[in-house]
């Protein structure tokens, strides 16, 4: 008798349609993170939000509503730093700051509801095959309102991005759009959490991304890349952890690397070395 | 041909201790080629950013065409000193398409924004550079670029800080004939701040300098 395949499981099924919103989201908000420079907000967010997550499982809430609601929280605070040019130590520090006082603040209710320990560990690893349809539905939504915040952004974010000086010449608020561009992130950053847990989600936003950015396309045409990425290296992640019984989160983010440097040798071969040297000078 | 001028009531300005202005009155046309000169730390790139709305003034009004600065500044085109390098990595029509209509909401039209890009690159004779990544530019192409970038909103006045720092003396004429060029096919007025001399004798289009020194503007 044959075994049964893939998708004949309905907590495949979901699987399969969870990794597929969250690659739209991680794809597209972590390459316009890259694009800003903000790899460390991109790491700190998911980690304030398991802070929330752990606050929502000792108050018996949803844990993906309090992840939202922390993720959120630190996305506004970092963003009030200021997102100048002037300023990247100081919008680091804060994140620091945030993301250490969260962390602390995380284990504390973790310690009060130590009754739930083994939901600390779906925190934290993510529980891809735990999906089920309400939690979905949630994902879908929060997946649809990130994508429609950044459609909205997307001139002015990438102008700021791109050319900050021309931008607030222009009288865009740099701190303003990257406050708004956070919570767009903090939401994207908590979808993707449910996924691949609060410790490797970023790589989900930062693998694809980097490897998109690398091949030095177009914001579109990244975006498109780094989504098809994101989608490559959860899909993929989940089949060969189906065949490997090794966890979704180690296949996702060695294949971040994987990706990056497999667009490290697409591009040795465009340029010439001096030009290479230069792109990294800068 | 589009009129410029600025109209300064009283002005001051000061950046930490240093003073800038000190209660300046001037009316000042901006026809043709404005060149703002001052030897270094006089304050020229602060009184730049100041008629941008970028620097608060500590007393005083400073007018653009008889509007403040913030609501003048969408009639104007900044290029500062050092040109954003904020992602080297990105091709030049990137870098250019994103200045288009960026203070607006959503998604651009992407062919419709890439023909107005190149258009801007055409004109400030970078065309040829519109695939290449940023970083690998020149000084002199990475001026081009820039200047396309700040062409973006059509401006009536250009202000420029020191676009010649950096470039050779042949692209020194090139941008001058440049300039001469955007203001007699489009009526763009130019204040510019420099430090060395400058070829502009022959240039077709008025001319005019002047100086910032201790806090007062010498016309």
């Not at chain 1, 959860?234 to 983010?253: D, E, T």
Request: aromatic share 6%; charged share 15%; hydrophobic share 50%.
């Amino acid at each position: 008798m044959s075994e049964p395949g893939l998708f004949t499981f309905p907590f495949m099924q979901h699987a399969f349609l969870g990794c597929f919103l969250v690659s739209l989201l991680g794809g597209s908000l972590g390459w316009l993170m890259l694009l800003r420079r903000q790899a460390f907000a991109a790491h700190a967010l998911p980690h304030i939000g398991f802070s929330g997550a752990a606050a929502a499982v000792w108050l018996h809430f949803p844990p993906l509503v309090g992840m939202v609601a922390a993720s959120m929280a630190g996305g506004f605070f970092m963003g009030r730093e200021q997102q100048g040019r002037g300023h990247p130590a100081q919008r680091d520090t804060m994140t620091g700051l945030i993301l250490a006082a969260s962390l602390g603040i995380g284990i504390w209710c973790l310690h009060e509801a130590n009754e739930a320990s083994s939901q600390t560990t779906t925190l934290l690893f993510g529980d891809v095959l735990g999906l089920d349809g309400p939690t979905l539905g949630l994902l879908a939504g929060l997946v649809a309102a990130c994508l429609a915040g950044v459609a909205l952004l997307w001139r002015p974010l990438l102008f700021i991005s791109l050319c900050p000086s021309l931008a607030e010449a222009q009288g865009l608020s740099s701190t303003r759009l990257g406050q708004l561009f956070l919570l767009l992130a903090a939401l994207a950053a908590a979808a993707c959490a449910e996924i691949a847990g609060a410790l490797l989600c970023f790589s989900l936003m930062i693998g694809p991304a980097s490897a998109a950015l690398k091949l030095e396309l177009s914001p579109f045409r990244g975006i498109v890349c780094s989504v098809l990425g994101a989608l490559l290296l959860s899909w993929g992640g989940l089949i060969l952890s189906w065949y490997s019984n090794i966890p979704l989160p180690f296949w996702i983010s060695l294949g971040g690397v994987g990706l990056y440097l497999l667009a490290c040798a697409l591009m040795k071969g465009k340029l010439p070395p001096s030009k290479i040297r230069k792109i990294h000078q800068n | 041909m589009k009129g410029a001028y600025l109209s300064c009531r009283g002005v001051s300005l000061q950046v930490g201790r240093h003073s800038i202005l000190h209660h300046a009155t001037l009316d000042l046309p901006l026809e043709g080629l404005t060149i703002l000169r001052g030897h270094n730390g006089a304050g020229k790139t602060c009184f730049l950013r100041a008629l941008m709305g970028l620097l608060p003034l500590r007393s005083g009004q400073l007018l653009i065409n008889g509007r403040p600065p913030v609501k003048a500044r969408q009639h104007c085109g900044y290029m500062p000193q050092k040109a954003d390098d904020t992602a080297p990595m990105l091709p030049v029509i990137s870098h250019v398409m994103a200045c288009l209509k960026g203070t607006h909401w959503g998604i651009p039209l992407p062919n419709r924004t890439r023909q107005k890009a190149k258009a801007l690159l055409e004109e400030t004779g970078a065309l040829s550079l519109a695939g290449k990544p940023l970083g690998v530019l020149s000084g002199g192409e990475r001026q081009r670029v820039a200047l396309a970038q700040t062409l973006a909103n059509a401006p009536d006045l250009l202000i420029l800080d020191e676009p010649f720092a950096a470039l050779d003396p042949k692209s020194h004429e090139a941008l001058l004939q440049l300039f001469a060029r955007l203001h007699q096919r489009n009526g763009t007025n130019l204040l510019i701040t420099a430090h060395g001399p400058l070829k502009t004798k022959n240039l077709p289009l008025p001319i005019r300098e002047i100086t910032l020194k201790e806090g007062t503007l010498h016309v």
